[in-house]
């Protein structure tokens, strides 16, 4: 399987623990995103990486919130001191910019659910 | 805020028939990309279509297209001769001139009737 996989699927913690996720881009890909999803809703952008730099970080990622790509491959995203409010899904893409554009492949997703 | 707007919370479609998802978008970005994704049930993303700002056709992927209105700014997606297999949520989206944050829609849910 070439696509972007995640790990774990699914999540669920006690309010206050922390989590950590983990997601497996496209091996050529140098682009990649963590989104969070809830119900009914569109997915919004939480940070992007170009290799290891993490070159944007959207205000919805609280201080309690960070993530990392060390050697421009994998990346994993932390929770620290989860609440309620961050049950949702988090996704992660990856891309290649080309003159085509930048179409983003989807991992599976990380469903988090907080007690 | 420049946002994402998918006025269609729902919409059905007649299996065979084309159906037109409306989106509209802001930007006061010169360059940027227009998507489509669909989102079945089980969950994954799926990536259908996209357009470049400058691109100066409409883009295709078989049943897909994109009729782009870069003046109106809008980006709705037409699929042909809908199949059972097309319901699902479908999320437009926009990315910025560097291609990275993108921002999504909230979505419309596309219903086939057989």
């Known amino acids: 399987d070439t696509g972007v996989s995640q790990d774990p699927r699914h999540k669920i913690t006690k309010r206050g623990q922390n989590v950590t996720f983990r997601c497996d881009p496209i091996?050529?890909?140098?682009?990649l995103y963590w989104y969070r999803q809830t119900l009914g809703q569109g997915p919004e952008f939480l940070t992007y990486?170009?290799?290891?730099?993490?070159?944007?970080k959207s205000r919805l990622l609280s201080d309690r919130f960070s993530a990392e790509r060390p050697k421009g491959s994998f990346s994993t995203l932390e929770i620290q001191r989860t609440e309620q409010g961050d049950s949702a899904m988090y996704l992660c893409?990856?891309?290649?910019?080309?003159?085509?554009?930048?179409?983003?492949?989807f991992g599976p997703g990380t469903r988090l659910t907080v007690l | 805020a420049q946002k994402i707007t998918q006025t269609q919370p729902g919409m059905f479609v007649q299996e065979k028939e084309a159906v037109t998802l409306d989106c509209t978008y802001d930007?006061?970005?010169?360059?940027?990309?227009l998507f489509w994704y669909k989102q079945p049930s089980s969950g994954e993303m799926i990536f259908l279509i996209y357009?470049?700002?400058?691109?100066?056709q409409n883009a295709t992927e078989g049943r897909y297209s994109l009729n782009f209105q870069k003046a109106r700014k809008s980006a709705n997606l037409v699929i042909s001769a809908s199949q059972l297999g097309d319901s699902a949520m479908y999320f437009c989206?926009?990315?910025?001139?560097?291609?990275?944050?993108?921002?999504f829609g909230a979505g419309t849910r596309l219903f086939v009737k057989a």
């Open positions: 893409a990856s891309s290649l910019r080309t003159s085509q554009g930048d179409e983003q492949f």
């Open positions: 091996s050529e890909h140098n682009r």
């Open positions: 990486f170009q290799n290891e730099a993490q070159l944007e």
């Open positions: 930007t006061s970005d010169p360059s940027y990309g």
């Open positions: 357009q470049g700002s400058y691109d100066q």
């Open positions: 989206a926009r990315s910025d001139t560097g291609g990275f944050k993108t921002i």
